[in-house]
C-alpha cells in the first residue's frame, strides 16, 4: 500500500518535513508538489515562521489535493499561547482552514485536556479539519480522543531509535497515522548498507522502506532541500526489502 488517507486526503505514505526550509525555498516547495509530495509537515516554530510562510506561498491557490500539517505549542500550551499561534498559522498558511494541526508537545503546566479544548474550539469552528498530537504517549493518545478525535501521532522514531514501539502498534490497532519525525536519522547498521547494495538504491531508501513496512499506517516525512534527494524518497515507495530480517536486526 503506498497511500494513506490522511486528515481526509490520500496522501503518498512519504510526506515532506520543512523544519530547514525558508522563505527562499518556494520554488522547491512547488517542485515538490509537482514531484508526487501531496502531505507536507511543519510548525508555528521553523525556521522562525519561516517555513510556514514558504509553504503559504508555495500552496497558494493549490487547493485540498494537498495535506498541509502544522503544529503548536511548543513552548506552552495554554490556550491563550494556542490560540494566538493558531491564528498566526492561519495567515501564513494563507488559508481559512487548517488540513491537520498537532499539539506540539504536551505542556507539563497545562493540562492536556485544557489543550486540546483550545484546539478543539477551532474545530468547531471549522478552522482546523482535523488533530493530531506529538511527542506523546499511548496514555496521552488516549487523553487526547476523549476530547476531540486524533488522526496522527508525531513521535520520533526510525531503524536507530524504536522506543516508541507501543505507539506505532496503538496506531495501528486504532487506524491512527503514525507520523515518524527524523526517520532517516542513525546508520540503522551493517543490515542496512547490505540492503542498499544488494537493491542497488540508497541507505536513506532502505531506511524509508523499512518504516513503511514496520507498519501500514507509518508515514514518514524526511525534510530536504534537494528535488533529487526528495524523488530518491519517493521511489522507496516502490521498494521491496523482502522479509527485512537483515534490516531489522
Given amino acids: 500500500m503506498t497511500t494513506f488517507r490522511l486528515a481526509g486526503v490520500d496522501v503518498p505514505r512519504i510526506g515532506l518535513g520543512t523544519n530547514r526550509l525558508r522563505t527562499e525555498h ?5 517542485d515538490a508538489v509537482a514531484a508526487g509530495i501531496r502531505h507536507i509537515d511543519t510548525a508555528h516554530l521553523y525556521t522562525g515562521g519561516e517555513s510556514e510562510r514558504a509553504v503559504g506561498e508555495a500552496l497558494e491557490g493549490v487547493g485540498e489535493e494537498v ?34 494541526y498537532y499539539l506540539h508537545r504536551v505542556d507539563p503546566e497545562t493540562p492536556l485536556e485544557e489543550s486540546l479544548g483550545a484546539i478543539k474550539a477551532y474545530v468547531d469552528r471549522g478552522a482546523i479539519r482535523h488533530v493530531g498530537v506529538s511527542d ?10 476523549q476530547v476531540v478525535a486524533i488522526a496522527a501521532v508525531q513521535n520520533q522514531y526510525n531503524l536507530g531509535d524504536r522506543n516508541h ?4 502498534d496503538y496506531c495501528e490497532r486504532e487506524g491512527i497515522a503514525f507520523v515518524p519525525y527524523h526517520p532517516l536519522t542513525g546508520d540503522g547498521g551493517p543490515g542496512v548498507s547490505a540492503a542498499a547494495e544488494r537493491l542497488g538504491v540508497t541507505v ?14 507509518m508515514l514518514p516525512i524526511p525534510g530536504t532541500r534537494s528535488i533529487e534527494h526528495l524523488r ?3 521511489a522507496a515507495l516502490e521498494l521491496d526489502l523482502g522479509g527485512g530480517d537483515e534490516i531489522a536486526a
Avoid at 536513506?204 to 507498519?215: C, D, E, F, G, H
Fill in 26 to 30: 518556494v520554488g522547491f516547495i512547488r
Fill in 232 to 234: 530518491e524518497n519517493l
Fill in 165 to 168: 514501539e507501543d505507539v506505532v
Fill in 67 to 100: 495535506l498541509v500539517a502544522t503544529k503548536g505549542g511548543y513552548r506552552g500550551a495554554r490556550p491563550e499561547v494556542l490560540h494566538a499561534e493558531i491564528e498566526q498559522s492561519l495567515r501564513s498558511l494563507r488559508t481559512e482552514a487548517i488540513g491537520l
Fill in 136 to 145: 506523546v504517549s499511548v496514555e496521552h493518545i488516549e487523553r487526547a480522543r
Fill in 204 to 217: 536513506n531508501a532502505i531506511k524509508l522502506a523499512w518504516l513503511l513496512q514496520r507498519s501500514p499506517v
